[in-house]
């Protein structure tokens, strides 16, 4: 018997024993360490969430948190949900009540909540504490304090791939010219794009310079503006600079922020006569915007949640850093709108099938310049700083490492949280956010 099938065999006689000893339970197995881990009926998982299931961003986390419950065999009772928490020490106090109604692993969704969960970390190191979308569990010298992300810049990239093909489509048949919209062209005969994000992090910059050369790779000639909202979700701020976006020429408006309201002012504009499409972040946006949304970036936070929950039930340890991709399945785009230009389908199956192999890097320093320059260096602090102070100060002391590789700037591997901060030519950001 070859030893793969006597594996198998194993494996499947060890299943039925723990099934015939625990009738009551369900098996599942822990993916990354293929160690059997039966349900535990008295375990249970904590959630704060900054939002609840009507933002985009905290309902992409809730079925990403029960999709994986189903696939284990949770009940929901093993759940106990913490909706709306504000980034304050009501966080804190939070995670401390869950705590003690008996959670081991005690979740939150939003980055401003990782000071206040490291703090409940540090005063229960028998729990296990994950502030998603967080960068210093791994300097914090909180062995029972986790971060996690996904490489959503990959599906950004994506989704750019998406964007440029309809425009790329719409410049070709003639609908957009410089005589149809002039706006949407600069000086130099570049057709002009825009994006509304949350607030100038490196998250951020890192998607819309994803997205950028996303777009990039299809329509070669174009530049883009960047609008802030300074908050993560605000449906008028949102909207706002959608159509700020649009008046100054954009003719697609793409989002790093968690509400419908820029496509919703997209679907607005289209209806009026403009040339302009959406694409969104989280979730879809067809209802939205039936004909400006084309996809939206997204991410499939189930493949980590289930990782999390079986490890932790399993008595083992996440890793101080978690971050996955295409590969794993953790992120993606969702369906494709009526708008999409022909052909584009085919498009995005190529390109997420290089993303897969390796063959395409989102980061390829040929394909970008800063200051009419190639990157061939680009170092990057990890450390957690206090920029509050002046001059900043240091909280948690990390690496400086050197972020180009093999000719790309490697993201999301020396932490799982974005840390591309470069500003590469063609992106415009507006100094001041939109009131």
């Avoid at 002391?397 to 063609?426: K, M």
Wanted: glycine share 8%.
């Amino acid at each position: 018997m070859k030893k793969g099938m006597k594996k198998m065999v194993s494996l499947i006689l060890t299943a039925l024993m723990v099934i015939s000893m625990f009738a009551f339970s369900a098996v599942v197995y822990a993916e990354d360490e293929a160690a059997e881990v039966t349900v535990d009926p008295d375990f249970k998982m904590g959630v704060i969430l900054v939002g609840d299931e009507t933002e985009g961003y905290s309902m992409a986390h809730i079925e990403g948190i029960k999709e994986a419950a189903a696939e284990i065999g949770l009940e929901d009772s093993q759940i106990i949900w913490k909706y709306k928490v504000p980034e304050d020490s009501t966080c804190y106090d939070s995670a401390v009540d869950l705590v003690g109604q008996g959670c081991s692993l005690v979740i939150s969704n939003s980055y401003g909540h990782q000071t206040y969960m490291v703090q409940a970390a540090q005063e229960y190191p028998d729990i296990t504490f994950v502030s998603m979308t967080g960068d210093f569990a791994a300097i914090s010298g909180c062995d029972n304090f986790k971060n996690a992300f996904t490489n959503v810049y990959e599906s950004r990239y994506v989704s750019g791939v998406v964007a440029g093909m309809k425009l790329k489509e719409i410049m070709e048949d003639g609908t957009l010219t410089a005589e149809t919209q002039p706006d949407s062209f600069d000086a130099d005969g570049n057709v002009k794009i825009g994006y509304v994000g949350a607030f100038s992090y490196a998250e951020v910059v890192s998607g819309y310079t994803a997205f950028y050369l996303g777009v990039k790779s299809v329509v070669p000639n174009v530049v883009m503006e960047v609008k802030y909202t300074n908050s993560w979700f605000d449906i008028d701020k949102e909207g706002a600079a959608a159509e700020a976006l649009v008046a100054n020429g954009s003719v697609i408006v793409c989002q790093h922020a968690d509400s419908t309201g820029a496509p919703a002012a997209v679907q607005k504009l289209q209806d009026s006569g403009t040339i302009c499409y959406s694409v969104g972040y989280n979730i879809d946006m067809l209802e939205t915007a039936p004909t400006a949304a084309l996809t939206s970036a997204t991410n499939n936070w189930a493949v980590y949640y289930k990782h999390a929950i079986e490890t932790v039930m399993g008595g083992g340890t996440l890793e101080a850093d978690w971050s996955k991709g295409y590969n794993e399945g953790a992120v993606g785009i969702t369906p494709l709108g009526e708008s999409c230009a022909e052909g584009t389908a085919e498009a995005v199956e190529e390109v997420e099938g290089k993303l897969k192999d390796g063959s395409l890097q989102v980061f390829d320093t040929t394909t970008f310049t800063v200051g009419g320059e190639e990157v061939t260096t680009a170092e990057c602090d990890l450390s957690f700083m206090d920029f509050t102070s002046d001059p900043p100060t240091v909280i948690y002391q990390g690496e400086t490492v050197e972020a180009i590789e093999d000719g790309h700037f490697s993201e999301s591997t020396f932490r799982s949280a974005p840390y591309f901060a470069l500003r590469i030519d063609g992106i415009t950001e507006d100094a001041e956010a939109v009131e």
